[in-house]
């Protein structure tokens, strides 16, 4: 059974940093191209960043470029989010996911395997 998990959230102040990892299990890691997705409440699902799987490519949203990075380490089935220059826009409950591909996947369709999630508030 495929499970991820998701971990790193929580309260931050404009302008801090967090990092969430997200732990694979249950799956071949690195056949997945992995993606995280914001929802903050009374939003729809939006994409943040996403990895191919070998970590050769990333994507990320407009909103966050320069700000987040988007790694994995195979080795230890996981896949991280780097967060900095954190705004009051970026409150939201962070998901990861997982589906078997070779390239990035920027829209959430496609994913087969999400996590519960992890809260980020951040505090202007």
């Known amino acids: 059974q495929v499970q991820l998990v998701e971990s790193g959230g929580g309260l931050v102040q404009a302008g801090g940093s967090l990092r969430l990892s997200c732990a694979a299990s249950g799956l071949t890691f690195s056949n997945y191209a992995m993606g995280w997705f914001r929802q903050a409440p009374g939003k729809a699902r939006a994409f943040v960043a996403a990895?191919?799987?070998?970590?050769?490519?990333?994507s990320y949203a407009d909103s966050v470029k320069g700000r987040f990075t988007i790694s994995r380490d195979n080795a230890n089935n996981t896949v991280y989010l780097q967060m900095n220059s954190l705004k009051a826009e970026d409150t939201a409950t962070y998901y990861c996911?997982?589906?078997?591909?070779?390239?990035?996947?920027?829209?959430?369709?496609?994913?087969?395997?999400w996590g519960q999630g992890t809260q980020v508030t951040v505090s202007s």
């Open positions: 996911a997982a589906v078997v591909a070779i390239v990035v996947i920027t829209t959430g369709t496609p994913y087969n395997h």
């Open positions: 990895i191919s799987r070998s970590g050769g490519m990333t």
